[in-house]
């Protein structure tokens, strides 16, 4: 696809787009030396930061999972967008205008223009409904609605509320002069009956739009107003269905408004509904988002994550928010962020506690939440009669299968007091009746362990190597005309070091790294890619900046393997003939091994010749 756009344009995108501001709208990134941002990696489950960011070389390279690339293989990923609709997505930002070469770029054009056009055809539709709210004269009830749920005009403009009216073309009539039913049916604003005719999927609805977090309009939430005897059976709430631009699992309501004061609070508050977010804005409480019609999931805890370490779920006071805690006690210790569970006063949601107490009471609330091991420890023992001895066993068992869980075990340690505390056992019988538990059950407490294996002594050298190349070009220059590719044993390596020579600039400086990781997709060499991202990040192993001599040892042990390496070949050579039936072949193949182990110890003894600072 890469070839469809110019190749200079692609360049002038990569050039423009700035990959810690890319990257800073999906996670959130901290300093940690010179030329490092490290954050939580958004391709696999984590706790300690180990996605690293390099502003100088404008790529990116995750420590734990190996996932790496530049600017725009992080957009394609972390958004599911084909590399067409990525560098699109960047031109646009960067105020490039891209030029497409043959009908394959057209074809590839009209792809990626769809995408875009459900984009806009969802902003439409938003800036139609809100005008409805507004300014039409069916919204009556829906401006009722709004006022008593107490929601200011303000926030209906910054939340872009509108209303979808109970006729079934009010989008169909606006809209299809400039977009067909079929794109609208694809972006989830109309619906085709069995008789193949469309109609509106949102009537009588006040309606939410829902964001992404680059702030497009993706989806949106209808909340019914319905008046006596009509559509009695519609569910309170419809929201759209999933498209290629919305993935209700994966989306947070209004993250991408409240992630920069999550990121600056460290601590976001998780809700359920729509208006609870509306409520505690307009009552001055930051860094609120909600699922979007869907049950609290596993997506939804490790997009926060990025953004922060600490979240309140502060759901409604019944069943519903006991509900989102056991789901979320399944998998929050995959991920860096304390959940902790807000208990609300009987029959209040958060909108209604914050209308009638204020922000600053629900605030003083959310200072009291319970982490969750806490409120689950608390949701087992609740109403059992702990006079009884063989409830006060059963109970002190439940809350023991929740602790043994855990992975930490200092948590394991207070938690289980706290379990003896709240059933009223010794703390000694109920540690050790963990131990037994742990014993019985060995993989209750298994923390996930990643086995890294431990790379061969040349192929260490050779990956030194590409990072020299790469971080410090200049003191390579006089060894790289010495070298070829098959002095590297791994063909990873080798096709990384040929991507660098072949890119070699008259300054005899290699092309940037985030240009060669382009080059290498162009190539189909994801593996390639990664590497090069990789090495462009990875510290060197010299103890201060590298030397000269640092250099030569380095790249004269890479010349002591590729002799070995020889020298082991012609020994299995000479394994196979047999010295009295071809003497003059053996007699040869001898004195080459003989040659070759001559070399090695040669290079040997001059590698250990080098004096290296911190070798």
């Not at 609300?344 to 200072?367: I, K, M, N, R, T």
């Amino acid at each position: 696809m890469a070839g469809r756009i110019r190749q200079e344009d692609l360049e002038a995108v990569r050039e423009r787009s700035d990959i810690v501001q890319v990257v800073s709208g999906h996670l959130q990134l901290k300093k940690a030396g010179r030329d490092s941002l490290v954050g939580l990696c958004p391709f696999h489950p984590e706790k300690t930061p180990s996605f690293s960011v390099s502003p100088s070389k404008q790529v990116y390279y995750c420590f734990g999972c190996g996932e790496g690339g530049n600017v725009f293989r992080f957009l394609e990923k972390v958004e599911g967008l084909s590399f067409v609709e990525t560098v699109e997505r960047l031109a646009q930002n960067v105020g490039v205008t891209l030029r497409y070469e043959g009908e394959s770029g057209a074809a590839a054009k009209r792809t990626a223009g769809r995408r875009q056009a459900t984009h806009r055809a969802i902003a439409e539709a938003l800036r139609l409904y809100q005008r409805m709210l507004l300014e039409g004269r069916e919204a009556t009830e829906a401006r009722t609605y709004i006022q008593t749920r107490g929601i200011s005009k303000e926030s209906v403009e910054r939340f872009g509320i509108g209303y979808a009216p109970g006729y079934s073309d009010f989008i169909l009539k606006r809209m299809s002069r400039t977009y067909s039913p079929e794109l609208l049916l694809e972006a989830g604003l109309v619906l085709k009956d069995d008789a193949g005719s469309f109609r509106d999927r949102f009537r009588s609805r006040v309606m939410f739009p829902i964001h992404d977090l680059t702030g497009n309009a993706v989806g949106f939430g209808g909340r019914l107003l319905a008046r006596p005897g009509a559509m009695t059976n519609a569910p309170k709430y419809v929201n759209s269905p999933e498209t290629p631009v919305y993935r209700k699992g994966e989306l947070l309501y209004n993250l991408h408004r409240a992630k920069s004061d999550i990121t600056r609070m460290g601590r976001a508050f998780l809700v359920e509904g729509y208006t609870d977010v509306i409520a505690l804005d307009q009552a001055g409480v930051a860094g609120a988002v909600a699922t979007c019609g869907t049950a609290l999931g596993e997506e939804h805890i490790r997009v926060l994550s990025r953004f922060t370490e600490t979240a309140v779920l502060a759901f409604d006071s019944d069943e519903a928010g006991a509900r989102a805690a056991e789901r979320a006690f399944q998998f929050h210790q995959r991920y860096a962020v304390n959940l902790s569970v807000l208990v609300l006063p009987e029959g209040q949601d958060p909108a209604d506690y914050v209308l009638a107490s204020g922000g600053d009471a629900f605030l003083e609330l959310a200072d009291r939440a319970k982490p969750l091991v806490e409120y689950m420890i608390d949701r087992v023992v609740a109403g059992r009669t702990l006079a009884d001895i063989e409830e006060r066993a059963r109970a002190a068992r439940a809350g023991l299968a929740m602790v043994a869980t855990l992975d930490d075990a200092v948590r394991r340690d207070e938690y289980a007091r706290l379990v003896a505390h709240k059933v009223g056992e010794p703390e000694r019988s109920i540690m050790l009746q963990l131990e037994q538990m742990l014993e019985t059950t060995p993989g209750a407490m298994t923390a996930r362990r990643h086995d890294v294996a431990r790379a061969a002594p040349d192929e260490d050298v050779e990956r030194e190597i590409l990072k020299l190349l790469i971080q410090s070009p200049a003191l390579c220059a006089e060894w790289i005309p010495k070298l070829d590719a098959s002095r590297f044993a791994k063909a990873t390596h080798r096709k990384a070091f040929e991507l660098i020579v072949d890119s070699l600039q008259p300054s005899g400086l290699p092309a940037p790294p985030s240009e060669l990781v382009s080059k290498a997709h162009d190539h189909g060499g994801d593996q390639v890619a990664r590497l090069i991202a990789a090495v462009s990040v990875e510290p060197l192993k010299s103890a201060g900046e590298p030397n000269g001599a640092y250099v030569e040892r380095l790249f004269l042990r890479l010349e002591e393997f590729s002799l070995k390496r020889r020298a082991d070949l012609i020994r299995k050579q000479l394994e196979r003939v047999n010295p009295l039936k071809m003497p003059a072949d053996h007699e040869s193949l001898f004195e080459e091994l003989v040659a070759l182990e001559s070399a090695r110890r040669k290079i040997r003894a001059a590698s250990e010749g080098v004096g290296i600072a911190g070798s």
